[in-house]
């Protein structure tokens, strides 16, 4: 058992490794909350820091994950400039669904939902809540999964560093 925990890490760690200074992938294509087609390369943030989350309305870390970061997120703009992306993994059947759910949280992000998980695939995505670090290239530098209370504190304190400029080591 400690040598699969162990393997697990290994391949977690390099392929986290692997993906810094990716590129976000730019012919992805998402749907709006209102159901309008759009690719990914419309996720910019004029030269300044991005997040994407990946979630569900299914996955509750992803949703405490999110409601942690409402309760800061127009502090950390005023601060950073940061702009978050949260992209639903919600399938077809459970899309209808996501608008309102948005709405009673009341999150102030862009979000966009990924029905048929292109972009999920596309930037590797396995488990929700998956969370993607971009610098002000658009290049990915940091990345994390699963969510617990207070990881948000480490994400901000990245995001300050990314927004000076500085590296993440």
Not at 4 to 14: G, R
Not at 110 to 124: F, G, H, P, T
């Amino acid at each position: 058992m400690k040598k699969l925990i162990l393997t697990l890490a290994a391949i977690v760690l390099c392929g986290s490794m692997m993906a810094q200074n990716a590129k976000l992938p730019e012919n992805v294509t998402l749907k709006t909350l209102d159901g309008k087609t759009v690719q990914s390369s419309v996720i910019q943030n004029d030269g300044k820091p991005i997040i994407i989350s990946f979630w569900a309305t299914w996955c509750k870390p992803c949703n405490k994950e999110l409601d942690a970061i409402r309760e800061v997120y127009e502090e950390w703009q005023d601060e950073t400039g940061v702009k978050l992306v949260a992209i639903s993994i919600d399938d077809a059947r459970a899309a209808s669904r996501v608008k309102p759910w948005v709405n009673g949280h009341e999150w102030e992000y862009e979000v966009y939902l990924d029905q048929n998980q292109d972009m999920k695939r596309a930037m590797n995505v396995v488990n929700v809540p998956h969370v993607f670090l971009l610098n002000g290239e658009g290049e990915i530098v940091w990345q994390h999964t699963t969510y617990t209370e207070g990881s948000e504190e480490e994400l901000i304190e990245l995001v300050r560093k990314v927004a000076k400029g500085e590296p993440i080591e």
